[in-house]
């Protein structure tokens, strides 16, 4: 599976993938930018909060919950904007922060907590080149070398079945 975009489109990207199937998640972003004009942070921010509901709800809606995910993306936004300018790189960048201080910053995210966070910082060190100083321990098992556990994982058709095959027999352990 490939990426599209830089850095600061991933937030809003892994964001989406709540609830629904990686591959509509990932449409999400660029739904947003084909209505708006413009994939930006700033924008998103400032929206009338019913314009951008709208937005997001018109078929095909970017999420089976619309409404809700507009009101946490644009929380997102908001505070992306007010805490780092909306520049979302600065998460990782700013002061070079050590991985331990990385997953701090992105467990104070609005949505995310400490499990979204560590695939995320393990998106960053797998797939974008972000690699802090203890970026792996940080993210925990999702940061591990050749894992499947998570979209941290996913390059391609192959890997993306391997995930969803470690989250099928994840899911029938804890039924079991």
Known sequence: MARSGGPAVIHP???CDQQ???EKAFKGPK???DRMGVFDVHRIAEADPEEFAALVSTPPAIHR???SMAKRLQA??????E???GKVESIWKQGKPDGAEVLKRLTKLP???DQKARIFLALLGKQMGVRPAGW???AGAYGEEGSRRSIADVVDATSLGEVRAFKKAAKAAVKA
């Not at 997102?76 to 904007?81: C, I, K, S």
């Open 13 to 15: 990207r892994r964001y």
């Open 136 to 138: 792996r321990e940080a």
């Open 31 to 33: 739904v947003i930018l």
């Open 111 to 113: 949505g995310f907590g």
């Open 83 to 85: 805490h780092y300018d």
């Open 20 to 22: 629904i199937g990686m």
């Open 76 to 81: 997102l936004a908001q505070f992306l904007v």
């Open 65 to 67: 919950f619309p409404g």
